[in-house]
């Protein structure tokens, strides 16, 4: 009963100090979204202009710029996660083809050639009642880390299927797998919490973000992984009303 006890009372405490973060996190968030937001915008119109006003720039110049580009696209994720997470919304639920979404969040990624990707979605996936923008979100996040935990390449495999069990509402199952080196257990019980994070770089928003998003369409979001062989982030959303009324 004590050793119960104690585990109850660390967690509580556990549970007051991401509160008192994610508290923080709120009243700092307006802020440096403000702040950061119309110099990075400042910064993205001069790379723009530069690209129109040098006709013929040196591979040097090319690579410069292209470097700034890169660098305020990654500052705009980071700044975009931070605001949605600390002043999230609520889904616009309208009806959304999963596979066009994954897709535009492919597109977006940009992944280098040394990373092959495979679809392998079952025909004629149902849509779902959801927030094309919000799951853009949470699918762009694990490509991004799937491609972050192959350096040296790999495979990238995106799965759908729908699925249903006896007595339970029907769901689409998303499965987003890579080859990478894997996540350690005592690692991967902790990676959808809040500032978590084992990257050099980074707030630790990411897959929290993910979880969140995914949990406000009634969903799941689940990670299996092996070290050594890889990791696959598991997504379960619900056909929802839309569908359901929608059948013939």
Known sequence: MVDERTRELRAAQEQL???ERLTML???AGGIGHELRSPLGAISNAIYLLRQTIAAPDAETREMLDL????????????TSLLSFARPQP???RPT??????DAALAQAALPDTIVVQREFADALPELSADSDQLQIVFSNLIRNAAQAMPEGGTL??????SAVSGQPPTIEIRVRDTGGGIAPEIAEKIFQPMFTTKSRGLGLGLALC????????GVIA?????????TFVITLPLGTYHLNNLG
């Not at 083809?97 to 994954?102: K, L, N, W």
């Not at 495999?157 to 729908?162: M, P, Y």
């Not at 979880?211 to 009634?218: G, N, P, Q, T, Y």
């Not at 990670?223 to 990791?231: C, E």
């Open 91 to 93: 889904p616009a639920r």
């Open 223 to 231: 990670v299996k992984s092996i070290v050594g062989q890889g990791t």
């Open 211 to 218: 979880k969140m998003i995914v949990e406000a369409h009634d």
């Open 26 to 28: 709120g009243q700092i």
């Open 17 to 19: 100090l991401r509160q």
């Open 68 to 79: 700034l580009g890169r660098q305020v696209d990654a500052s705009n994720r980071v700044l």
């Open 97 to 102: 083809d999963v596979v066009a979404v994954i």
């Open 157 to 162: 495999t995106i799965s759908g299927q729908r």
